[in-house]
């Protein structure tokens, strides 16, 4: 997908004014509310008409103030899955999922609706009306409704936001499980690093209507360290759990973690603060935690008043955070061999 | 005293059914153009439906019997519209057409109040959800905002059938006061009101006219109760 963006809006006191050009299939929008993420996500659907700029998506104009183009919403094949998800409340789950469905002509049907039924689990929904859905199930028939009108480019508004910050990463799974299935790319809308780095590749990052960075999530995440008191979040998938002593083992490329929280699944996404992981110049007689790995030193960077320690662990990469006075103690540098120590309880599960 | 009252005349039963009849269509008729006109006022983006709420409530603040006086003046025979009609061998007043058209007009802004309200309520981003699944304006008018307003019209439907049996001042200027022709049931209580004697029989009709505004109240109760289970299903 190539969208092609440069677009100007004002509404009251606040001014949308940004240019950019994305070709990624899995883009991300982030900034604080009020950033005007979600002002750019109307303007992009056709529900909100921009004062000048042009919208390309693909090379076909959608919007182009200076000739006075500006597809209708319903015709820019543009797919949105708002923060509340919007189902109509008159009609029953199957019917919500299929409105967008008989709406696209024959020969654009690209997603058959019981492939969906069975990758977002709605079986069990089917018969259900609106009201009695929670919030997570909300989201996954918005979802479906709006893959099976077969967009050209699904734009996502915050769409864990209303949830339960437990259920909140659960639906992630099923999100890239749908649009790696089905190749539709997506603009994921969030104020939340972690998502983001979760679901997108490229990062748009707005600030008071303004356009401030084109990144990857990865170096976002980096670069949000310094002011972020939680430092960095490693974001480690894991596999094949097995239960000891009351504690889960989990695989992590050639190594294993030892871990507090587990679960049945068999592929899990944990989050480990660099503040959890510790650095020791040698392998200490015995520690109180459970995880010790040797790594290699792959790059130190400054952090403000800390320093960032990117591991290379066996191929996998974690990044660490000390203060600059253990940097000299430990004689931290690139190539230079280190222990990195992680206790059981540090993982958190996201998924 | 009540059985007495059983034995009403003939052109009082006249007046019953006429009064079910005027009534039932007046409110049938308006239910489209009441939801277009509510559909404009709500969701178009027209300069001047300020002016047109003000027209089509004005009805509900003027003397029913200046809307019938200029009812008549433009549907009679010498009125812009009566002739036009009366060309086509049309002929509205002093008919029961007469008396449907006044409680149309009078009725109006009642369905039209009560069916903007429920638009009103209808929640934007449904609207605009439909947009961005492929629906064109018509098709979320009858797939979104219709069924949502169904509750609504129900309501001012109701409310205009009720408005519509008690119609009076336009009526008798419109349609005239003709038994077993025009003469609805507020009409013959008036007749019976002006004949000495008249008392017992006005209050048997007032008794009907009591009837029948319950069960339409009634009714309407049961429908909104049953789409209010319908909507959370």
């Known amino acids: 997908m190539t969208l092609e963006v440069s677009l100007e809006k004002q509404l009251g006191d606040f001014a949308f004014a940004s240019e950019f050009s994305v070709q990624s299939r899995r883009v991300g929008v982030f900034g604080p509310s009020g950033s005007g993420k979600s002002t750019l996500m109307h303007m992009l659907a056709g529900l909100l008409k921009p004062d000048r700029g042009f919208i390309r998506l693909d090379g076909e104009i959608l919007f182009d103030g200076s000739s006075k183009v500006n597809r209708s919403s319903e015709k820019r094949r543009v797919g949105v899955v708002f923060q509340h998800a919007h189902l109509f409340p008159h009609m029953g789950v199957w019917r919500n999922l299929l409105y967008g469905y008989k709406r696209t002509p024959k020969q654009q049907r690209r997603v058959d609706p019981q492939s969906l039924v069975e990758v977002l689990n709605l079986g069990p929904l089917l018969d ?11 989201q996954r028939v918005a979802l479906g409704r709006t893959v099976l009108s077969c967009p050209r480019l699904i734009l996502m508004d915050e769409p864990l936001n209303g949830l339960d910050e437990n259920l909140k990463y659960q639906i992630i799974p099923y999100l890239k499980k749908v649009f790696a299935e089905f190749e539709i790319p997506f603009m994921f809308i969030s104020h939340s690093l972690n998502e983001m780095r979760l679901m997108t590749d490229q990062v748009l990052e707005f600030a008071d209507g303004r356009l401030c960075a084109q990144t990857s999530a990865h170096r976002l995440a980096l670069h949000r360290m310094e002011t972020s008191q939680t430092g960095y979040m490693n974001l480690l998938e894991l596999r094949d759990p097995r239960p000891q002593n009351g504690l889960f083992v989990y695989r992590w490329g ?5 871990l507090t929280a587990g679960g049945e699944a068999p592929i899990g996404m944990f989050e480990l603060s660099s503040r959890e992981i510790t650095l020791f110049k040698k392998h200490p007689e015995a520690t109180s935690a459970r995880n010790l790995l ?12 800390r320093v960032g320690v990117e ?6 990469h974690l990044v660490s955070q000390v203060v600059h006075d253990a940097v000299r103690d430990l004689g931290l540098q690139v190539g230079g061999e280190i222990i990195a120590v992680i206790k059981a309880s540090a993982f958190r599960r996201l998924y | 005293m009540f059985q007495a009252m059983i034995h009403f005349s003939p052109t009082d039963l006249q007046a019953m059914a006429l009064s079910a009849r005027v009534a039932f269509t007046a409110t049938l008729v308006s239910i489209p153009f009441g939801f277009a006109v509510s559909y404009v006022l709500v969701f178009s983006p027209l300069p001047g439906k300020t002016l047109l709420n003000g027209l089509v409530s004005l009805p509900l603040v003027l003397p029913p019997v200046v809307v019938g006086y200029l009812l008549l003046l433009s549907l009679g025979n010498h009125g812009w519209l009566g002739e036009w009609l009366a060309d ?19 009725g109006f802004p009642l369905l039209v109040r009560s069916i903007s309200i429920g638009m009103e309520d209808i929640d934007d981003r449904l609207i605009q959800a439909s947009c961005t699944l492929g629906a ?23 409310l205009m ?15 005239g006061n003709i038994p077993g022709v025009t003469q609805t049931i507020p009409l013959a209580i008036f007749d019976y009101t002006s004949t000495p004697g008249g008392d017992r029989m006005a209050l048997g009709l007032c008794l009907v006219s009591i009837g029948l505004a319950l069960t339409v109240l009634v009714f309407n109760e049961g429908l909104i109760k049953r789409f209010r289970r319908g909507a959370h299903r």
């Open chain 1, 128 to 138: 259900r009306g609106t009201g009695t859905l929670s919030g997570g199930e909300r």
């Open chain 1, 254 to 258: 050639n190594q294993d973690f030892i």
């Open chain 1, 294 to 305: 040797h790594c290699k030193v792959k790059k130190v960077f400054d952090v403000g008043n």
């Open chain 1, 311 to 316: 591991l290379d662990c066996n191929g996998q």
């Open chain 2, 88 to 106: 086509m061998g049309i002929h509205i007043i002093f008919t029961w057409k007469a008396a449907v058209i006044a409680s149309m007009v009078i």
């Open chain 2, 136 to 158: 064109r304006w018509y098709d979320t008018l009858f797939t979104v905002i219709l069924p949502l307003s169904a509750r609504a019209i129900v309501a001012g439907a109701t």
């Open chain 2, 161 to 175: 059938f009720a408005r519509s049996l008690g119609e009076f001042g336009a009526t008798i200027v419109l349609a």
